[in-house]
């Protein structure tokens, strides 16, 4: 996509786009860069450290110690309380049961990290640079409103991208907001029956031990899940089209990309593919940046004729 842009630009571009991308390549200029990022993230935590607000992962934290955990009656005419399956709340376990500021340090750092380490270098600057703009406004400002709000959006498009290589991860979007789960409409197109295996058994598989040990919190899930399944969007959400529509256009292009091979799309369709989407969501898009790179982490294994990772028949060789 970057090529075919460039066919169309004028030489002058072409030439400023050369040296630019000469000067990147330095060595020097790669180390500065990455200590540049490195510090505008560590100033970003410290900052919303400092500024701690009681967003989405305030809720986390807070709802599991609510009973019961589940809110299964219809309140206001909106999506309340906590809404993601127990297996979430069981997996975090250890974290939540940490004092809120302990918690939220952890968190804050875990979703920090998650930023930089698919941002990569170059447009960590930039993203994190964002947080001393105070005028920052819309997809400006996302960065600084969704670190600060806490929600699980960044770790999903990180389960998106990482799915390509390691397939189970799509049981966390299964087990979350659930309808982004239809980026397994890749596999399904490219008939890579076993990464779709993969992703459905692990999500099978932790629904059963979580079944195991909280049964009665599955079964308020779903009727969490049904109660408010035709409810309005809350007033918050950035209102595009309802979910349905917004399903079919997902599944298009996930079709049109898994054809086509353009895996930056399957972020995009999760986000679009959520129940709603609040303006924190917009950070899912960073998701495209490793696969435009096409970072290492991103890749699918590739298998040799005898069935070996190729890259366990490399290091043999």
């Known amino acids: 996509m970057v090529d075919a842009a460039l066919r169309l630009a004028p030489n002058p571009l072409l030439r400023l786009y050369s040296a630019i991308v000469k000067a990147a390549g330095r060595r020097e200029v790669r180390l500065a860069a990455l200590l540049i990022a490195i510090g505008l993230a560590a100033a970003s935590f410290v900052y919303l450290m400092r500024n701690i607000y009681l967003g989405d992962a305030y809720g986390y934290w807070n709802d599991v110690r609510r009973s019961p955990m589940y809110v299964t009656t219809i309140v206001d005419g909106a999506p309340h309380g906590y809404l993601y399956s127990p297996a979430f709340q069981q997996i975090l376990w250890p974290l939540l049961e940490l004092p809120w ?63 390509f290589r390691w397939p189970w991860t799509y049981s966390f979007l299964l087990l979350t907001k659930v309808t982004p789960g239809i980026g397994l409409l890749w596999f399904l197109v490219r008939r890579e029956w076993r990464n779709l295996f993969i992703a459905l058994a692990a999500t099978a598989a932790i629904t059963l031990v979580s079944f195991v040990f909280a049964p009665g919190l599955w079964f308020d899930w779903i009727t969490v899940l049904r109660n408010n399944a035709g409810n309005p969007e809350p007033g918050f959400a950035i209102t595009i089209l309802p979910l349905f529509p917004r399903l079919a256009i997902a599944a298009v292009m996930i079709v049109a990309g898994a054809r086509y091979d353009a895996r930056w799309v399957v972020p995009v369709a999760a986000l679009l593919a959520l129940p709603y989407i609040p303006d924190t969501a917009l950070i899912m898009i960073v998701g495209v940046v490793p696969l435009l790179r096409h970072d290492a982490w991103t890749e699918p294994r590739t298998r040799s004729p005898q069935g070996v990772p190729a890259a366990t028949a490399d290091a043999a060789a």
Do not use: D, E, K, Q
């Not at 698919?118 to 409103?145: D, E, K, Q, T, Y």
């Open 101 to 163: 500021t302990a918690f939220h340090a952890i968190w804050l750092f875990g979703l920090t990290t998650m930023l930089f380490w698919m941002s990569g270098r170059w447009v960590s600057i930039l993203v994190f640079g964002l947080f001393f703009f105070p005028l920052a406004v819309g997809l400006l400002a996302a960065p600084r409103h969704y670190l600060s709000s806490g929600n699980i959006f960044l770790p999903m498009a990180l389960a998106v991208v990482a799915g």
